[in-house]
Nanobody, 118 residues
Framework: VQLQASGGGLVQAGGSLRLSCAASGRTFSSYRMGWFRQAPGKERVFVAS????????SYADSVKGRFTISKDNAKNTVYLQMNSLKPEDTAVYYC????????????WGQGTLVTVSS
């Protein structure tokens, strides 16, 4: 399994960015895709997730109403639309995947840096 995250960059507070995660290497229909982030000096934390089939989503409280996770099954790509960005959203964002029955995410992308300036 390979995950390629992209779309990070520098944006002013209140702005928007869309991250992409292209997945390859297997059929993902029974898998869940997640976005996590790790701010400088902090642990990596959950941001959002989505099922490849059905499309059920989950969000961290800190991003609800501002971030939207979506998928394009034909492209095997998951997106994270981030609106109303805040300086505290600054982090390296990682995409990851796991089978729907698994507890832990076991495949990770390389991360993409998002910097939100005040």
């Amino acid at each position: 399994v390979q995950l390629q995250a992209s779309g990070g960059g520098l944006v002013q507070a209140g702005g928007s960015l869309r991250l992409s995660c292209a997945a390859s290497g297997r059929t993902f229909s029974s898998y869940r895709m997640g976005w996590f982030r790790q701010a400088p000096g902090k642990e990596r934390v959950f941001v959002a997730s989505i099922n490849w089939s059905g499309g059920s989503t989950s969000y961290a409280d800190s991003v609800k109403g501002r971030f939207t996770i979506s998928k394009d099954n034909a492209k095997n790509t998951v997106y994270l639309q981030m609106n109303s960005l805040k300086p505290e959203d600054t982090a390296v964002y990682y995409c990851a995947t796991k089978s729907s029955a698994a507890v832990r995410y076991d495949y990770w992308g390389q991360g993409t840096l998002v910097t939100v300036s005040s």
